[in-house]
């Protein structure tokens, strides 16, 4: 009766058929997603419309005894 032998023989997993295939697959890949992505600029300019409304209001509130600083020393504060 015969037994089954098994072979000796290491498999690496970059033997020469495993080289060939990663390029091709990788080419092959490239050429079907080549055409999905179409970028382009539009025909008519693009326009934006801004309207901006800036006021801007200072109120100065003195009470009377710093006004009648003021008054009294006019040189400290001049005009």
């Known amino acids: 009766m015969k037994t ?3 072979t000796r023989k290491e498999h690496d997993a970059t033997d020469g058929r ?8 990788a080419a092959i890949f490239a050429v079907l997603t080549s055409g ?3 970028v382009s600029a539009p025909e008519e300019p693009i326009v934006i419309e ?8 200072v109120d100065v ?7 009648n600083l003021i008054e009294n020393n006019p040189e400290l504060f001049p005009e």
Do not use: G, K, Y
């Open 4 to 6: 089954a032998t098994l």
């Open 18 to 25: 495993m080289r060939c295939l990663a390029p091709a697959v």
């Open 61 to 67: 509130n003195l009470q009377e005894d710093v006004e």
């Open 36 to 38: 999905c992505v179409q």
């Open 50 to 57: 801004l309207n901006i409304n800036v006021q801007q209001t």
